[in-house]
Every structure is written in C-alpha cells, then in structure tokens.
Nanobody, 121 residues
Framework: QVQLQESGGGSAQSGGSLSLSCTASAYTWCMGWFRQTPEKEREAVATISGGGGITYADSVKGRFAISRDNVKETVTLHMNGLKSEDTATYYC??????????????????WGQGTQVTVSS
C-alpha cells in the first residue's frame, strides 16, 4: 500500500492563491489531485506522470499548475486565481500504472485523506 499525506489546505480570498502538497510513501508513475463537494461527484483536477506528462481539467487550465519531485516523492498543486467554485475537499491520488504513459482521469488506486480548501468572495 502507498500512503499519501496532503498538506497546505486552508482558506483564501477569490483571486488569491494557495498551494497543496502531497508526500507519498513510495514511488508511483501517476500522481494527481481530485476534488469533491457534497453537491458534486469527485472530479479530477490535474495529473502528472513520472515522465512529466500533465493533464488538467478544463475548469482549472491557466489557473492551476501541478508539479512533481520524483526524488522526494512529492506532488504540488499551485492554485492561482481562485474562485468560489474551487471550494472543495482536495484529495491526492497515486497509481503505479500506466507505467511510461500519460496519466489520465481514471480511478486511481491510492488516495490521501483529503484537505479542505475554502475560497471566499
């Protein structure tokens, strides 16, 4: 089992910035961030592969940036230009497959406990 620990959640004003970090207990090819609210089902936000391939949800393109340190086994989500609709519980996720390929928005195998992000107007 791969354990994931998120940090960096909190509150921000609309238009502000916030960064989330996730540390994994072991290396996996795919890592990503997902979010969920009581009103909406879980949705993918961004993913990044061990080779640096990145996928973003349309709703966050141009505002969020995902990065990864394969040595420290950490993945970071830099959130800029925050909107109220970004309010959600954010989950770090990891999966060993597809090794060598692009990481899409599939059901990842390992999940963190989640961290709350609240954006106020």
């Amino acid at each position: 089992q791969v354990q994931l620990q998120e940090s960096g959640g909190g509150s921000a004003q609309s238009g502000g910035s916030l960064s989330l970090s996730c540390t994994a207990s072991a290396y996996t090819w795919c890592m990503g961030w997902f979010r969920q609210t009581p009103e909406k089902e879980r949705e993918a936000v961004a993913t990044i592969s061990g080779g640096g391939g990145i996928t973003y949800a349309d709703s966050v393109k141009g505002r969020f940036a995902i990065s990864r340190d394969n040595v420290k086994e950490t993945v970071t989500l830099h959130m800029n230009g925050l909107k109220s609709e970004d309010t959600a519980t954010y989950y770090c996720a990891a999966d060993p497959l597809p090794r060598g390929g692009l990481c899409g928005f599939f059901d990842y195998k390992y999940w963190g406990q989640g961290t709350q992000v609240t954006v106020s107007s």
